[in-house]
């Protein structure tokens, strides 16, 4: 699986990919039950996590992708905090993985958000997935 296919679906919990495309929406699958069911694109929008970024000080974007790759690095010693913990212990995090993020535009739920998808990537091994298939 690549990076890019992994999208996030607004109103609904977790990361999906994209089945296929439907009249009105997509048939969507989630990765952590493997369920699929349809997805009106009245009701929802989808983003892909490779055009997803976080914002930085200096006016542009640190991408998702680069962002994972730096928690990972730091993850034996500095793991990553649960999306639960106070948001304190979250941004102090953050300005550890990415020190020149925007305190301004980078909101708690952002963190929060950003987290339970990296869990979830980590839990189900989707990293090392990720890693042998952009490679080829």
């Known amino acids: 699986m690549k990076f890019a296919e992994i999208i996030a679906v ?10 296929t495309e439907r009249k009105g929406g997509i048939i969507v699958e989630q990765l952590e039950t493997k369920k699929r069911h349809f997805a009106p694109a009245r009701k929802h929008q989808f983003a892909p996590l490779e055009s997803m970024a976080v914002y930085t000080e200096d006016g542009d974007a640190e991408p998702l992708r680069k962002v994972f790759d730096r928690m990972q690095e730091q993850q034996e ?3 990553a905090p649960a999306p639960s913990e106070s ?9 550890d993985v990415l020190p020149t993020y ?7 739920s952002d963190v929060k958000r950003l987290l339970k998808w990296y869990h979830f990537m980590l839990a ?5 997935s990720l890693d042998t298939d952009e490679e080829e």
């Not at 948001?87 to 300005?95: H, K, P, Q, S, V």
């Not at 189900?124 to 090392?128: G, I, P, S, W, Y």
């Open 87 to 95: 948001n304190e212990r979250l941004f102090d995090y953050l300005e």
């Open 10 to 19: 607004s109103g609904l919990p977790g990361l999906y990919t994209v089945v």
């Open 77 to 79: 010693d500095n793991p």
């Open 102 to 108: 925007d305190k301004e535009r980078v909101h708690a």
């Open 124 to 128: 189900n091994e989707l990293f090392a």
